[in-house]
């Protein structure tokens, strides 16, 4: 298993995974300081509430896009909820103490069970009735829509207990949510694309260059696998010392962002289409995320440690 391809694939993977790294911690520092969890989280209940039909989630132009990510304002209530008079008690559903979050900041999490409690408690109409026959009333006053349909099945289905009704909403609830968790996770993956890009671009880590040196290089290519051997269980500690890897990424001192390729690195110019390949193919590679290539790192040091199979009479077969 000792194979140049084998060397030059456990490097090019080590380069990935630290890339990953570095691009992954980015994206959460930006996802955290824009509180993207929270605004998932309301946008993707106010979709559960809305009073209209086949409302999806979605932004309505690039605009409502950028604010959703990157203001540091509160965000506002969904349009359908919030200009909808008959839908006030759905509007409340979002005021509810269980659904907010600290004051300066949306929850990130919100269980189904607070959920179907801040719900219940907001359909309730104050009335001497039992709980269950208040929330039924107050559904049947609400506007027409998809969430009317969705309640009156589930008080249907219930048939008077109350128990069952909330857990009816939970489990709607949980499902929607692992919907929503999925939405978020594509959209995370193609920020995380485009980081992934702009980080190849700038620190200039070029996987057609990387290929090629590694593939000419054997002592550098040799440094790299036993590097990544040494730091594959904390491969974190692998970008205290970046600088000093044998890896040919970055640029030559002195270089123009649009100089031709030289000596170890590759070329800046915008012209130079293996350049630009090997930012993509990199960017693509980021965008996998530290968990897989240190996974699949992680197999094929383990492969490579086994060493070859023995033959039929206990001799060891020389490595492919």
Not at 6 to 28: P, R
Not at 78 to 107: F, M, W
Not at 166 to 177: K, L, S, V
């Amino acid at each position: 298993m000792g194979t140049p391809v084998v060397g030059v694939a456990i490097g090019l993977m080590f380069t990935y995974l630290i890339m990953a790294l570095i691009v992954s911690s980015i994206n959460e520092t930006i996802a955290g300081v824009f509180q993207w969890r929270g605004t998932y989280l309301l946008k993707g209940i106010g979709v559960l509430l809305s009073v209209t039909s086949d409302t999806a989630f979605s932004w309505s132009n690039l605009g409502e896009w950028a604010s959703a990510h990157f203001s540091r304002a509160m965000p506002r209530l969904p349009t359908h909820l919030a200009q909808s008079a008959d839908a006030q008690k759905l509007r409340d559903v979002l005021n509810h103490p269980l659904l907010k979050g600290n004051p300066a900041g949306l929850p990130s999490y919100v269980p189904a069970r607070d959920f179907s409690t801040a719900l219940l408690d907001t359909l309730r109409d104050g009335s001497a009735s039992p709980v269950f026959s208040q929330v039924e009333k107050t559904i049947s006053t609400l506007p027409d829509g998809d969430i009317k349909r969705i309640l009156t099945a589930f008080v249907q289905d219930a048939g008077g207990d109350l128990d069952k009704l909330r857990a009816r909403i939970e489990t709607w609830f949980n499902d929607a949510m692992d919907r929503l968790s999925g939405i978020y996770k594509r959209n995370s993956q193609a920020f995380l694309l485009l980081l992934g890009l702009l980080a190849a671009i700038v620190i200039n880590v070029d996987s057609v260059h990387l290929a090629t040196s590694l593939w000419s290089q054997p002592d550098a290519r040799a440094k790299i696998v036993a590097q990544a051997q040494s730091q594959l269980s904390k491969p974190e500690d692998a970008l205290k010392d970046l600088n000093n890897l044998p890896l040919p990424i970055g640029r030559a001192s002195g270089a123009s962002f649009f100089g031709e390729p030289s000596g170890q690195h590759s070329g800046w110019c915008g012209w130079n289409w293996w350049t630009i390949l090997g930012w993509l193919i990199t960017a693509v590679a980021v965008s996998l995320g530290a968990p897989f290539w240190f996974g699949l790192l992680q197999n094929i040091m383990n492969l490579r440690n086994a060493g070859p199979p023995p033959g039929k009479d206990g001799s060891t077969t020389p490595a492919p």
